[in-house]
Protein backbone atom coordinates (compact mmCIF):
# COMPACT_ATOMS: atom_id res chain seq x y z
CA UNK A 1 0.00 0.00 0.00
CA UNK A 2 1.07 3.23 -1.05
CA UNK A 3 0.15 6.26 0.98
CA UNK A 4 0.32 10.09 -0.12
CA UNK A 5 1.13 12.85 2.93
CA UNK A 6 0.45 15.95 2.11
CA UNK A 7 1.67 19.65 4.16
CA UNK A 8 1.96 23.34 3.62
CA UNK A 9 -1.47 24.51 2.87
CA UNK A 10 -3.16 27.65 5.02
CA UNK A 11 -4.58 31.11 4.55
CA UNK A 12 -3.01 33.81 2.87
CA UNK A 13 -3.94 37.10 1.55
CA UNK A 14 -4.28 37.69 -2.33
CA UNK A 15 -0.88 38.60 -3.94
CA UNK A 16 0.77 35.97 -0.94
CA UNK A 17 2.91 32.20 -1.51
CA UNK A 18 2.47 29.27 -0.52
CA UNK A 19 4.49 25.95 -0.70
CA UNK A 20 3.08 22.47 -0.80
CA UNK A 21 4.67 19.29 -0.17
CA UNK A 22 3.30 15.49 -0.72
CA UNK A 23 5.67 12.47 0.52
CA UNK A 24 5.07 9.12 -1.15
CA UNK A 25 5.58 6.30 1.46
CA UNK A 26 4.98 2.33 1.39
CA UNK A 27 6.19 -0.17 -0.44
CA UNK A 28 6.30 0.06 -4.50
CA UNK A 29 8.99 -0.32 -7.32
CA UNK A 30 8.85 3.76 -8.64
CA UNK A 31 6.62 6.43 -8.83
CA UNK A 32 5.72 8.12 -12.60
CA UNK A 33 4.24 11.05 -12.99
CA UNK A 34 3.24 12.92 -10.17
CA UNK A 35 0.79 16.10 -9.53
CA UNK A 36 -1.39 18.68 -7.38
CA UNK A 37 -5.01 18.58 -8.37
CA UNK A 38 -7.90 21.06 -6.84
CA UNK A 39 -11.44 21.13 -6.26
CA UNK A 40 -13.22 24.84 -4.95
CA UNK A 41 -17.07 23.98 -3.84
CA UNK A 42 -19.69 22.79 -6.44
CA UNK A 43 -16.49 22.59 -8.83
CA UNK A 44 -14.85 19.49 -10.39
CA UNK A 45 -11.69 18.50 -9.30
CA UNK A 46 -9.23 20.19 -11.83
CA UNK A 47 -5.83 19.37 -12.52
CA UNK A 48 -2.78 22.11 -11.82
CA UNK A 49 0.50 20.97 -12.52
CA UNK A 50 1.46 17.69 -13.09
CA UNK A 51 5.38 16.52 -13.45
CA UNK A 52 7.06 13.03 -14.97
CA UNK A 53 10.13 11.23 -13.84
CA UNK A 54 12.20 12.64 -15.89
CA UNK A 55 10.88 15.88 -14.55
CA UNK A 56 9.10 17.52 -17.48
CA UNK A 57 6.36 19.80 -16.63
CA UNK A 58 2.37 20.53 -17.57
CA UNK A 59 0.24 23.56 -16.15
CA UNK A 60 -3.26 24.60 -16.11
CA UNK A 61 -3.70 27.75 -18.15
CA UNK A 62 -5.30 29.81 -14.63
CA UNK A 63 -1.65 28.76 -12.79
CA UNK A 64 1.16 29.03 -15.45
CA UNK A 65 3.68 31.54 -14.66
CA UNK A 66 2.64 31.92 -10.85
CA UNK A 67 2.87 28.04 -9.78
CA UNK A 68 6.13 25.93 -10.41
CA UNK A 69 5.86 22.13 -9.71
CA UNK A 70 9.11 20.31 -8.95
CA UNK A 71 10.02 17.05 -7.17
CA UNK A 72 13.09 15.05 -5.29
CA UNK A 73 12.52 11.49 -6.31
CA UNK A 74 14.95 10.56 -3.66
CA UNK A 75 12.73 11.39 -1.46
CA UNK A 76 9.77 10.50 -3.17
CA UNK A 77 8.02 14.03 -2.39
CA UNK A 78 6.66 16.39 -4.75
CA UNK A 79 6.22 20.18 -4.51
CA UNK A 80 3.83 23.15 -5.54
CA UNK A 81 5.03 26.35 -4.85
CA UNK A 82 2.17 28.84 -5.77
CA UNK A 83 3.23 32.64 -6.16
CA UNK A 84 0.85 35.82 -6.45
CA UNK A 85 -1.85 33.52 -5.45
CA UNK A 86 -5.45 34.91 -6.35
CA UNK A 87 -8.91 33.95 -4.19
CA UNK A 88 -9.89 31.95 -6.87
CA UNK A 89 -7.21 29.23 -6.23
CA UNK A 90 -8.99 28.77 -3.19
CA UNK A 91 -9.85 24.99 -3.49
CA UNK A 92 -8.61 21.82 -1.22
CA UNK A 93 -5.15 20.85 -3.01
CA UNK A 94 -4.73 17.01 -3.52
CA UNK A 95 -1.49 15.08 -4.44
CA UNK A 96 -1.75 12.07 -6.77
CA UNK A 97 1.20 10.19 -7.84
CA UNK A 98 0.93 6.64 -10.64
CA UNK A 99 2.86 4.22 -8.92
CA UNK A 100 4.80 1.00 -10.37
CA UNK A 101 4.35 -2.02 -7.69
CA UNK A 102 6.28 -4.53 -7.74
CA UNK A 103 4.63 -6.58 -10.36
CA UNK A 104 5.07 -3.91 -12.75
CA UNK A 105 1.37 -2.98 -12.73
CA UNK A 106 0.18 0.99 -12.11
CA UNK A 107 -2.20 2.20 -9.68
CA UNK A 108 -2.96 5.69 -9.28
CA UNK A 109 -2.74 7.19 -5.29
CA UNK A 110 -4.26 10.41 -3.65
CA UNK A 111 -3.12 12.60 -0.85
CA UNK A 112 -5.91 13.40 1.76
CA UNK A 113 -6.35 17.18 0.89
CA UNK A 114 -4.52 20.35 2.13
CA UNK A 115 -7.47 23.61 2.55
CA UNK A 116 -5.78 26.95 0.59
CA UNK A 117 -7.76 29.49 1.22
CA UNK A 118 -6.84 33.12 -0.82
CA UNK A 119 -8.37 36.13 1.09
CA UNK A 120 -8.70 39.32 -1.08
Known amino acids: QVQLAESGGGLVQAGGSLRLSCTAS????????MGWYRQAPGNQRELVAS???????NYADSVKGRFTISRDNAKNTVYLQMNSLKPEDTAIYYC??????????????WGQGTQVTVSS
Open 26 to 33: GFFFSIND
Open 51 to 57: VTLGGST
Open 96 to 109: NAFVKNFRLSMNTY
